[in-house]
């Protein structure tokens, strides 16, 4: 017999009726609990009465309590609620007001109700180590700087907001930073932090009018990619994929290789002396 789906309590803060509607109608259906409100006044009173694992999070809300001060209150709870934050305001200062305040996601109004249920459920099927708090050391639109636990689920919601910031790029310019983002943090947290959510990896994001710099340091020696290639020829005779075989074993890649690539995408590629840390360029062109 298959297992129940789990029911999870879902708050939706948003005054418009119409937009409330279309978020709940799918999440109810899918089982779980969903309550709505229209204001930052009774979205409090809701966390304050009852535990919620989601909050689907307008940023403007009438009155004077505005979604950040919400999301700022949802996340001071004993056991904080996984809060994506819904706006029609793109401007970066919002976006990133939101990442502060330890946002899980942030997405631009209009979106497909598809689009959300879908976050909802990425959400709620995350293991805890995807929600575990970002320290933002600088959250200025041209400088961004952030401290990150060595968990691979915390790839993907960095990579979100990074990308977030660039959405006007040609896509494929969007394409390749993220790709070769994706990469070099995946090594990072892997082979430098070795999954260890005590040790942390250093992301920056300098954005130029002409280029975009990231710059990522490891806790080890992450980007060694003579390292990595060494651990492939010293495998055993008669096991020539050993390496790779415990990787697999560890949920992790074999690496190396996706250094190689990573040098295809980007303009410039740039490793300090100890190999954990690299800053990437990709300059823009008109």
Request: include cysteine.
């Given at each position: ?16 009726v ?25 979205a ?52 990133l ?9 942030f ?18 099927q ?14 200025r ?29 040609p ?6 930073v ?27 994001c ?52 996706g ?25 823009i062109?008109?």
């Amino acid at each position: 017999m298959a297992a129940a789906p789990v029911t999870r309590r879902i708050l939706i803060v948003d005054d418009d009726v119409a937009i409330r509607y279309l978020l709940a109608w799918p999440l109810r259906k899918a089982g779980h609990v969903v309550e709505e409100v229209g204001d930052g006044q009774a979205a409090i009173e809701q966390l304050d009465t009852s535990p919620y694992d989601v909050v689907l999070l307008d940023v403007g809300l009438p009155g004077g309590i505005n979604g950040l001060d919400v999301l700022a209150h949802a996340r001071a709870a004993a056991t904080p609620p996984i809060v994506i934050m819904m706006t029609a305001d793109d401007t970066e200062e919002t976006f990133l007001a939101a990442v502060r305040g330890q946002a899980y996601r942030f997405m631009r109004k209009p979106f497909a109700p598809g689009a959300m249920v879908e976050a909802v459920n990425e959400a709620l099927q995350s293991p805890a180590s995807a929600v575990l708090a970002i320290e933002v050391l600088s959250a200025r639109p041209e400088w961004i700087e952030l401290v990150v636990p060595c968990v691979l689920e915390m790839t993907d919601r960095v990579e979100q907001f990074v990308m977030q910031l660039d959405a006007h790029l040609p896509e494929s310019v969007r394409q390749s930073v993220a790709q070769a983002f994706r990469e070099l943090m995946n090594n990072a947290i892997e082979w430098g932090g070795k999954l260890d959510p005590n040790r942390k990896v250093r992301i920056s994001c300098v954005r130029g009018k002409k280029m975009r710099l990231y710059r990522i340091a490891d806790p080890g020696e992450g980007f060694d990619d003579a390292r990595l290639r060494h651990a492939a020829i010293s495998n055993p005779e008669d096991n020539p994929v050993q390496h790779a075989e415990v990787r697999e074993q560890q949920g992790i890649r074999p690496g190396g290789l996706g250094l190689l690539i990573t040098r295809s995408l980007v303009d410039e590629l740039i490793y300090n002396e100890r190999r954990n840390e690299v800053i990437l360029i990709k300059y823009i062109t008109d």
